[in-house]
């Protein structure tokens, strides 16, 4: 078992950038690939970024490539998803999501993970 709790969402303005993080507690977090997903108001949620238990491999969605990173710091049990460029779309509640074992042509599909955060919450005014 993992807890997760996210942390750094606001509201900002198009262009701006936040820095989410997720704390984990619980069994050795560097056991755990972790991801990030969202879900918009009205929509599905989809996935935005994956990284290795080890923090050398990452995957990203197409709509937040290049303007979102996903990292990991394994001695402080946390993930961080750094935002920039931020559009009004992007606008949504991002989860983080730990899975035990992943196939990474499955790594954006929800099932793929074990455990799930709370949530929090991004606004992106225009």
């Known amino acids: 078992q993992v807890q997760l709790v996210e942390s750094g969402g606001g509201l900002v303005q198009a262009g701006g950038s936040l820095r989410l993080s997720c704390a984990a507690a619980g069994r050795t977090f560097s056991s755990y690939t972790m991801g990030w997903f969202r879900q918009a108001p009205g929509k599905e949620r989809e996935h935005v970024a994956t990284?290795?238990?080890?923090?050398?491999?990452?995957y990203y969605a197409g709509s937040t490539k290049g303007r979102f990173t996903i990292s990991r710091d394994n001695a402080k049990n946390t993930v961080y998803l750094q935002m920039n460029s931020l559009k009004p779309e992007d606008t949504a509640v991002y989860y983080c999501a730990a899975a035990e074992a992943i196939n990474w042509d499955s790594a954006r599909y929800e099932y793929a993970y074990n455990f799930w955060g709370q949530g929090t919450q991004v606004t992106v005014s225009s």
């Open positions: 990284i290795s238990r080890g923090g050398f491999t990452t």
